[in-house]
């Protein structure tokens, strides 16, 4: 399986644009959001640069196109846990120090259902974030069966549910599988 990450490039802003606004990737991806061109750009160019502005501090944002044999089918990144607990509206200190975070989709439809999700996780906790941290997070809506299974078949667990903000908490840790 030829798995690639390519770093975000202004050129890959279509691509954003497109995979965003596709019902499967809209219905849990910045749902509430009008996807325009302009607010891509607005949004990720920063992340072109590695980081995204919390306030007025700029904190690391990894943003990556996923590349499947030579056909970008997606989106992934990685940024510390812990510099952006706000954002979700709950508190994580209880959490590992050392805690990475991803987010990551799949835009192209006739890649759904094919496990390229579970093995693009693996490979990018591999090749990116476990270079960094010990362990990762993931929060994903507890409505969103296929994501928690993709990332269980990854190999997050399961550590607690949030009803009153329907998400899940799962945390892969470095020690897992290495």
Not at 50 to 68: Q, R, S, T, V
Not at 85 to 94: A, F, H, N, S, T
């Amino acid at each position: 399986m030829s798995i690639n990450f390519i770093p975000l490039y202004k050129d890959h802003f279509p691509l954003l644009l497109k995979w965003l606004l596709t019902s499967h990737v809209r219905r849990w991806w910045d749902k509430d959001v009008d996807w325009t061109m302009e607010r891509i750009q607005k949004k990720y160019i920063l992340y072109t640069e590695g980081y995204k502005i919390l306030g007025e501090i700029k904190k690391p944002m990894h943003a990556f196109i996923i590349d499947y044999q030579d056909t970008p089918i997606g989106y992934i990144q990685y940024y510390n846990k812990h510099d952006f607990p706000p954002e979700q509206g709950y508190p994580v200190g209880d959490l590992p120090e050392s805690l990475a975070a991803i987010d990551f989709y799949i835009g192209e439809t006739e890649f759904l259902g094919r496990g390229l999700g579970a093995a693009a996780v693996q490979l990018f906790l591999t090749q990116h974030v476990f270079e960094s941290y010990n362990a990762c997070f993931v929060d994903p809506d507890s409505v969103n069966l296929h994501a928690i299974r993709s990332y269980e078949k990854a190999g997050f667990h399961k550590i607690k549910e949030i009803p009153e903000l329907v998400v899940t908490w799962m945390v892969y840790r470095k020690s897992n599988n290495i």
